[in-house]
C-alpha cells in the first residue's frame, strides 16, 4: 500500500522554478530517501509535503486523503510528522520537556483545564510525561531526561528532535539530513535508530547528503536535481544509473 503519493507538484518562487513536477509515490513502511546535489531543491519538497510551502501546482495524498495546502498542524494531525536541517529545539526547556510539548496535538485536555489543573488535566499530564520518557528511551536519551536541551551534544540533539517527531505519534516520518555534522560513530548509531522506526511500523522519507547512509538503508530513492526528478529505483539502479551520476560528478565522469 502506499502511504504517500506526490503528483506533479511544482513551486515557483517568482521566476525561479524550486522544484518542477515531481512525481513518486512512498510504500507504507519503507524507508525512502531523496537526493540530489545542494539547491536541488529537497527541502522545498519537504516543506510542501508538509504544509509550510504551498505549491504552486500538483497535488498531494497521505492515506488517499487530498492534503494539498493543508496547514502544519493540520498535516501533524494526519500523522505525518518532520525533523529540519538546521536543529529547532527550545533550547532553555529540558529534553523531557521538549518531548512533552510535541505530544500536545494529541491531547485532549482544553485551555481552561490546564488553568485550573483538574484532575484530568493532571492525570493526562502524567500520562505525557511517561510517553515521553519511553519515547527519551527509543531514541538512547532517557538518562539525560532533566538536562538542558541546548547543552546536549550535536548528536543528541539530533536524536531528540526525533525524538520530538515520534512523539507527534506519525505514520511518516520526513527527517532532513539526519546524520548532518555527524561523526562516523553517530552516523551508525543514527542509521540504527531509523532502522528501528521502521521496525516499529514508520514509514521514513529522508534528506541525506551521505550516500553510504543512502545506500545502506534505503528501499527507493528519488533524485532530483534543479527541482526535477531525474532518476528514480532501488540502490543498485541508482548508483550505475549515469544521468545520477553526470549530476553528481559532471559530464566529463
Request: charged residues 25%; aromatic residues 6%.
Amino acid at each position: 500500500m502506499y502511504l504517500l503519493e506526490v503528483r506533479d507538484l511544482t513551486k515557483h518562487f517568482g521566476g525561479i522554478r524550486a522544484i518542477e513536477e515531481v512525481r513518486f509515490r512512498a510504500k507504507e513502511g519503507s524507508i525512502m530517501s531523496i537526493i540530489g546535489p545542494n539547491g536541488a531543491g529537497k527541502t522545498t519538497l519537504f516543506n510542501c509535503l508538509t504544509g509550510i510551502t504551498r505549491p504552486t501546482k500538483g497535488a498531494i495524498s497521505f492515506f488517499d486523503r487530498e492534503i494539498t495546502g493543508l496547514k502544519p498542524d493540520s498535516i501533524v494531525k494526519l500523522g505525518m510528522a518532520r525533523t529540519f536541517q538546521n536543529i529547532r529545539l527550545f533550547r532553555e526547556m529540558t529534553v523531557i520537556e521538549n518531548v512533552m510539548v510535541s505530544q500536545h496535538c494529541r491531547t485532549q485536555s482544553g485551555f481552561l483545564s490546564a488553568i485550573i489543573r483538574s484532575s484530568s488535566f493532571r492525570d493526562e499530564e502524567k500520562a505525557i510525561k511517561e510517553k515521553a520518557l519511553e519515547y527519551l528511551e527509543l531514541v538512547g536519551l532517557e538518562a539525560y531526561s532533566d538536562t538542558i536541551a541546548g547543552s546536549l551534544p550535536y548528536g543528541s540533539q539530533k536524536r531528540l528532535e526525533i525524538a520530538r517527531a515520534i512523539a507527534t505519534e506519525p505514520r511518516l516520518i520526513l527527517l532532513d539530513e539526519p546524520t548532518a555534522g555527524m561523526n562516523p560513530q553517530e552516523t551508525r548509531e543514527m542509521m540504527g535508530l531509523i532502522k528501528k522506526l521502521q521496525e516499529l511500523g514508520k514509514t521514513i522519507i529522508l534528506i541525506e547528503h551521505d550516500m553510504k547512509v543512502v545506500m545502506g538503508i534505503s528501499e527507493n530513492i528519488v533524485v532530483l536535481d534543479h527541482g526535477v526528478k531525474i532518476a528514480e529505483g532501488t540502490p543498485s539502479e541508482i548508483k550505475c544509473n549515469p544521468m545520477v551520476i553526470e549530476a553528481y560528478l559532471g559530464k566529463e565522469h
